[in-house]
């Protein structure tokens, strides 16, 4: 097996309750596409979470889940303001753009954090045929960035989309570091502060796969099943993807996961802050480091730790930790880091 390294949450193995909760539902048979008590169970655990409007729908990968997310909400004639770091439209390969039929618009920002104001200036042509019309905003909690957004900060993109006719969906790949960092339920940063839809993943917190879509607007429930299958999307058997979720979202596993991988962030942080040689560039607030280093070290650092640059022009590493990464695992990065400095 490789070195850990610091390149993704999702290089990182399996969390061993959810190998357990995969091997226990490995026993006999039961109805398939999701019809089964694992499944209903852990719709269940779901609505303890997000509320008894949460209708739950599981979905293979993030992408499918963002994809199918927005296509609940758009036709297309349509059109989505995202960030212009967001995954949507970075790293899904036009996914979003081939499936929903929809114009991606998108806001600048510094911290991966979409405002208002930045929204506002999509809102133009409203009614006019040439245009498309803008129809859902995308966020995504934490941000690519890795910074976090307040419950305040949500509810007034909600509020704004809500009076201009919009809905708002949350790219939630790492909810549960999100959660970690403010300290809430999850309810209470989406379903009670007016979020729409949300993508919820769990592969980058120690699943081994699956995703869901949590609809927590009723009116978006209307043929999803449909929707989902006809994107081949519909697992027949479901039940190994419903039982991560119902181990995920049990005994706070998933937030205890999220707080360790955070705290490894915060702890590389602070020990890479020591390095006058190297800038961090933004808030730690989940899982991600992101740091300006010295063009020389890099190929030494990258062989002996996986990592990617976010901007390859100035040397801006992002440095992600995961539920598995350990105290000795930061220490050595670092002590390799300044070596690395010191003999340059």
């Avoid at 991966?112 to 966020?139: N, W």
Wanted: aromatic residues 10%.
């Amino acid at each position: 097996m490789n070195k850990k390294g610091f390149a993704s949450d999702n290089n990182s193995g399996i969390h061993p309750d959810i190998l357990k909760a995969i091997y226990e539902t490995n026993n006999g048979h039961t109805i398939a596409y999701g019809d089964d008590d694992f499944t209903e169970k852990s719709k269940q655990k779901f609505k303890e979470h997000f509320g008894n409007n949460a209708e739950v729908f599981f979905v293979f990968n993030g992408t499918a889940a963002n994809v199918l997310s927005l296509k609940a909400a758009t036709q297309p004639h349509n059109a989505i303001i995202c960030s212009e770091l967001a995954h949507i439209n970075v790293d899904e390969c036009g996914a979003p753009e081939r499936f929903t039929g929809c114009k991606l618009l998108t806001c600048t920002t510094t911290n991966g954090k979409i405002t208002v104001a930045e929204i506002a200036k999509h809102l133009h042509g409203i009614g006019f045929q040439h245009h498309a019309q803008p129809k859902i905003i995308s966020i995504s909690q934490p941000a690519e960035l890795g910074t976090v957004y307040s419950p305040a900060e949500i509810k007034t993109i909600a509020q704004f989309a809500h009076a201009n006719n919009l809905l708002l969906h949350v790219d939630g790949a790492r909810l549960a570091n999100a959660a970690a960092s403010l300290g809430l339920p999850f309810k209470k940063f989406t379903a009670d502060v007016g979020v729409d839809v949300l993508s919820f993943g769990g592969t980058k917190n120690g699943m081994m796969y699956g995703e869901a879509v949590v609809l927590l607007n009723p009116e978006l429930c209307e043929n999803f099943m449909y929707t989902r299958k006809q994107a081949m999307q519909l697992a027949s058997k479901m039940r190994f993807i419903s039982a991560q979720f119902i181990a995920y979202l049990s005994n706070n596993q998933c937030i205890e996961t999220a707080t360790h991988s955070n705290k490894m962030a915060k702890l590389l942080e602070s020990k890479i802050k020591e390095i006058p040689q190297i800038k961090i560039t933004q808030k730690v607030e989940s899982n991600a480091v992101f740091a300006l280093i010295p063009p020389e070290i890099y190929d030494d650092l990258q062989k002996e730790y996986f990592f990617y640059l976010w901007d390859e022009k100035n040397y801006e590493a992002r440095w992600m930790c995961s539920f598995d990464t350990t105290e000795d695992d930061i220490n050595k990065f670092v002590e390799l880091i300044k070596k690395l400095i010191r003999r340059s």
